[in-house]
């Protein structure tokens, strides 16, 4: 599978802002979509977001719907997640993972990020 790098996780309060980027490289790269998962201690793993590499057509997890932006920089073979008006509900380690056009499922992730919202 190609190595996902991600950076961008922190400390930050209540209604603050951060943003997650998810790097791919090799030789060749073809992704067909990105999407982004969060875990918190003792619960299971939950979809965030999901973006299209072609389009660029985005889904999201309501629990964030109007508060994170997913995008991508197929240039750059970089997702990134925009995360506002964050809640300490946002807690959580958050993975990025990339499918192929034959994968039915994610099989590349990311080494994960913390993301932590203070009240």
């Known amino acids: 599978q190609v190595p996902l790098v991600e950076s961008g996780g922190g400390l930050v309060q209540a209604g603050g802002s951060l943003r997650l980027s998810c790097s791919a490289s090799?030789?060749?790269?073809?992704?067909?979509?990105m999407a982004w998962f969060r875990q918190a201690p003792g619960t299971e793993r939950e979809f965030v977001a999901a973006?299209?590499?072609?389009?660029?057509?985005?889904t999201y997890a309501d629990s964030v719907k109007g508060r994170f932006t997913i995008s991508r920089d197929r240039a750059k073979n970089t997702g990134y997640l925009q995360m506002n008006t964050l809640k300490p509900e946002d807690t959580a380690v958050y993975y990025c993972?990339?499918?192929?056009?034959?994968?039915?499922?994610?099989?590349?992730w990311g080494q994960g990020t913390q993301v932590t919202v203070s009240s």
């Open positions: 993972a990339a499918r192929g056009a034959g994968d039915q499922t994610y099989g590349s």
């Open positions: 973006i299209s590499w072609r389009a660029g057509n985005p």
């Open positions: 090799g030789r060749t790269v073809s992704i067909y979509g």
